[in-house]
């Protein structure tokens, strides 16, 4: 039996080097946006010269994509699926109301990439689909648990569930008084509000 072995030499220094970027294009990005930052900022954080930050991202759109997917991995509901769908939705709501600049960056780029022209099209494409099929079969499972009402599909609602949060950050982004939160959870009493009363469920004595 043989572990895997981890890049050594150049090729490891070579993904570490790329992996500060994308962290420091990330932080850059947080604070202050796509339009308050630039190239020479980020590289200036690694300590490296633009040319050499645009070495390992060929452009800068393709660093910004690269936050993107990066800000996905980090995102409670992407990551993980919904296994308790009030909780889940919660901390992703919370965890991107503490980084604006990502999320104006998300939702500039997701718009944009409607055109299937635009270099990112393909990733967001396929981004709500995998989403779709992580995020059901949580909903499922909550369906045979009793917290989600059983007369709702758990696809159908996986979608709609991904268009209230891109389009609550809309609304946020311009009018930050807007409670994602509060919306989100009201959104959720739809489909788990009298979950068990549904039939086959135990009522409480």
């Not at 980084?99 to 990439?113: C, N």
């Amino acid at each position: 039996m043989t572990s895997q072995r981890k890049p050594r030499g150049p090729y490891r220094k070579g993904i570490e080097r790329r992996e500060q970027i994308l962290q420091a294009a990330l932080d850059v990005l947080a604070q202050r946006g796509e339009r308050g930052s630039s190239l020479q900022e980020i590289a200036d954080r690694v300590g490296v010269t633009q040319p050499a930050l645009l070495h390992y991202f060929s452009s800068r759109d393709e660093l910004l994509l690269a936050v993107v997917e990066q800000r996905d991995k980090l995102d409670p509901v992407v990551s993980e699926g919904l296994q308790k769908p009030g909780d889940a939705i919660a901390a992703a709501v919370q965890h991107n109301m503490d980084q604006p600049g990502l999320v104006r960056l998300f939702v500039t780029l997701s718009a944009a990439a409607t055109d299937p022209s635009h270099h990112a099209h393909a990733f967001f494409a396929r981004r709500y689909g995998k989403l779709t099929s992580r995020i059901a079969p949580g909903l499922a499972q909550g369906q045979q648990s009793g917290q989600v009402r059983a007369d709702v599909d758990p696809e159908r609602v996986a979608r709609l569930l991904l268009a209230v949060l891109d389009g609550l950050q809309i609304q946020w982004l311009l009018d930050p008084s807007v409670d994602m939160v509060q919306l989100v959870e009201t959104f959720t009493a739809m489909y788990t509000e009298c979950a068990s009363s549904e039939p086959g469920s135990v009522a409480e004595g």
